[in-house]
Structures are given as structure tokens and as C-alpha cells.
């Protein structure tokens, strides 16, 4: 079983993210949660990175912070996939660890 | 499976107290079991017994209090970071000669020993802060 | 696996995670910790709190092996980006790159971050 990542920081603000894709390994799950969301959405200038980056980690975005922030399921890029906090649970249990980018 | 929790961050200035809320309610409703919940950092003003947010707001210490009362779950508050921030139960503010206490008693007050603990007994230790 | 990515003195998280360094020292466990991003500046040498009042722990790092701990990684991309050298540190640490630093992540049981 691989790590799961969460980044509950904006792309443009910190560098939680790029921290993130740069030593994460391959096999792992990225969840975005809170701010870390923005990093799920189409058409933005990290858009590209997370794209290029589902080659070797799986992205998970958490729905009730991308709805409270006023975006929906149709504006993800590609391949992130969304839960709820009960899926943020099961994601939890079906990896071996969980580092958050803080 | 049995979790354990860190709240690195205090309530309403950052989200990660109400996600960590939710996430600890989210894991006990699918029957596993939440060791511990860690409150260090500014976490711990989770434990105020006396914040009093507006009406049409979200209540976290008292959210905590009522998650602790129905599933027994042990909320711990770090006493080094407490005390740093006047965070104090009763024996606390007694032993220090201060005339008032501000600390949930749905909350503990403990060392570093008891994150130590519960990272070491926990099948999965989860972290949300700033 | 203790990991810091925060500067000291700017905020409270170095300290605070320092501290759960040498309790988790006391317990016998297989501490490693790891320091990258700005968490790097943590062990720079020369820190002078004097005048800003924060305390000044850059130097209880080194009691970290006192408490048993060991296993100090450095990422190297961390500290070239910040155009500094481990002759800049406080302590003896492991240089890691980042890729060696995640699959060192990946082994361990718990990773806290502050």
C-alpha cells in the first residue's frame, strides 16, 4: 500500500503542492482539500503539473470544499476524482500512511 | 481501524479544526474508532469553554464537546502549547495562582507523551493544521 | 518521521516540533527527522533572537542525539535552492535528495508534520 498526500494550501500562495510532487512517489494518492482545491481546477496555470503528475499519483479533490468554494465536479481537470469526507476515510484506510503538506 | 488525530491549528482562523471535526465524525459514523484527538499548537483553543461565536455560527469547541459526550472520545490538549496560549483547567490555574480556568471539560490537559502514544498504538495517524 | 517545512521564528511550528522530537526521543521509537523547504533554515547557524525576543533553539538541536535521534535528513534540493551548504548548519545531517527523501517517507509508520 502507498501514502496518501493531502495539501490543504492554495497552489498560488504556498508551495505545499510542489513540495508534495517532488518527493512523493509513484503509486501514492494526492487528496486537495480546503484551499488545496484551487490545485483541481481546469484552465489554471498548475493545471498542466497536476495533469502531467496522474502519471504516477492518483488525485483526489474533497467535494464540500470545492462546492463551498464555488466550484463544481464538471470544472476538475481530468482524472481527479472527488469524495465526501466518509471517501476522505476510506482513503485514509486503503493507504498505508498519510503525510500532509502543511 | 483505529485513528488518531493532530489539530495543529486553532479554531475559525484556519479550516483545519473543522476539518479535522469532520473527519472524526466521518470515520466514527463508519464504525472506526478514534483513539485520540491531539489539540497542540493554537489547536488548542478547540478547548475554550468560554468562546462564544455569533449565533449563526458554528459552535467548534462546543461541536467537539457534544462529538466527545456521545462517542466517549478522549480530547486531549497539549499542556505545554496550552499553557504558552492561558489555556488552563481548574488544578492548572490553581497550581499557577491564577483566579480563573478556561478549559472544556470534555478536554484533557496532558504532556507530548500522549501524541507519542497515541501515534504509536493508532493504525493511521491523520494531521490538519495551518 | 517528524517533518518541518516551516522557518523558525516567523511562527511557532519549529519550536513546537522540536519538542515533540525529544518526547519522542524519550520512547524508544525509531525517530527520524526531516527537515526541508523553509524548515531547512531551522538549523542555520548564527541565530541571534536576542533583540526579537522568540527564544533561541537553533542550539537544542543538538541535544537531539542525547535523546537518541539520529536519523537528521536534509532534502538537498531544499538547501541548494536556498543557496546554503550543510557547513551552514547547526547539526551533522544526512543530505537526501528528494527522491531518496520519498522513499524514506513511504517506510515509515507515521509521518507528523508541523
Redesign the interface.
Known amino acids: 500500500m ?2 496518501l498526500h ?1 495539501i ?1 494550501k492554495s497552489p498560488f500562495e504556498r ?1 505545499a503542492l510542489d ?1 508534495c510532487l ?4 509513484p503509486g ?1 494518492s494526492v487528496l486537495l ?3 488545496g482545491v484551487y490545485a483541481a481546477i481546469r484552465g489554471t496555470t498548475v493545471a498542466d503539473k497536476v495533469s502531467t503528475s496522474m502519471k504516477r499519483l492518483s488525485f483526489y479533490a474533497l467535494g ?2 470545492l462546492h463551498a468554494r464555488g466550484y463544481s465536479e464538471a470544472q476538475l481537470i481530468d482524472g481527479v476524482q472527488v469524495v ?3 471517501g ?2 476510506d482513503l ?2 486503503n493507504h ?7 | 481501524m483505529r485513528f488518531a488525530i493532530l489539530v495543529n491549528a486553532g479554531p475559525y482562523t484556519h479550516q483545519a479544526s473543522d476539518s479535522a471535526y469532520r473527519f472524526t465524525r466521518a470515520a466514527l459514523e463508519k464504525g472506526h474508532e478514534v483513539l485520540r484527538v491531539f489539540f497542540y499548537h493554537d489547536g488548542v483553543h478547540n478547548g475554550s469553554r468560554l468562546s462564544v461565536p455569533p449565533q449563526d455560527e458554528r459552535d467548534l469547541p462546543k461541536l467537539w464537546r457534544e462529538l466527545a459526550e456521545r462517542h466517549c472520545l478522549d480530547l486531549v490538549v497539549c499542556i505545554s502549547a496550552a499553557q504558552r496560549r492561558g489555556l488552563l483547567d481548574a488544578s492548572e490555574a490553581q497550581r499557577h495562582g491564577k483566579d480563573a480556568y478556561n478549559l472544556s471539560t470534555a478536554f484533557r490537559i496532558s504532556g507530548l507523551g500522549q501524541l507519542i502514544e497515541a501515534c504509536i498504538e493508532a493504525d493511521r495517524m491523520i494531521v490538519f493544521g495551518d | 518521521m517528524l517533518v518541518n517545512r516551516k522557518a523558525p521564528h516567523g511562527t511557532i511550528y519549529a519550536l513546537e516540533a522540536l519538542e515533540v522530537a525529544l518526547v519522542a526521543g524519550v520512547f524508544d521509537q525509531d525517530v527520524s527527522v526531516v527537515f526541508t523547504d523553509d524548515g531547512v533554515y531551522q538549523l542555520t547557524r548564527n541565530q541571534d533572537t536576542q533583540v526579537i525576543g522568540t527564544k533561541n533553539f537553533s542550539r537544542s538541536y543538538r541535544a537531539l542525539e542525547d535523546y537518541g535521534i539520529r536519523k537528521l535528513y536534509v532534502e538537498q534540493e531544499s538547501l541548494q535552492a536556498r543557496g546554503l551548504a550543510t557547513s551552514d548548519l547547526v547539526v551533522l545531517v544526512q543530505v537526501v535528495d528528494a527522491k531518496r527523501l520519498g522513499e524514506l517517507m513511504d517506510q515509515q509508520d507515521v509521518v507528523l508534520s508541523f
Do not use: K
Not at chain 1, 22 to 25: G, H, K, L, N, P
Not at chain 1, 96 to 102: H, I, P
Open positions: 502507498a501514502m493531502t490543504n508551495n513540495a517532488r518527493i512523493a512517489t501514492g482539500i480546503e484551499d464540500p470544499d465526501d469526507y466518509s476522505f476515510v485514509v484506510v498505508e500512511s498519510v503525510q500532509a503538506w502543511l
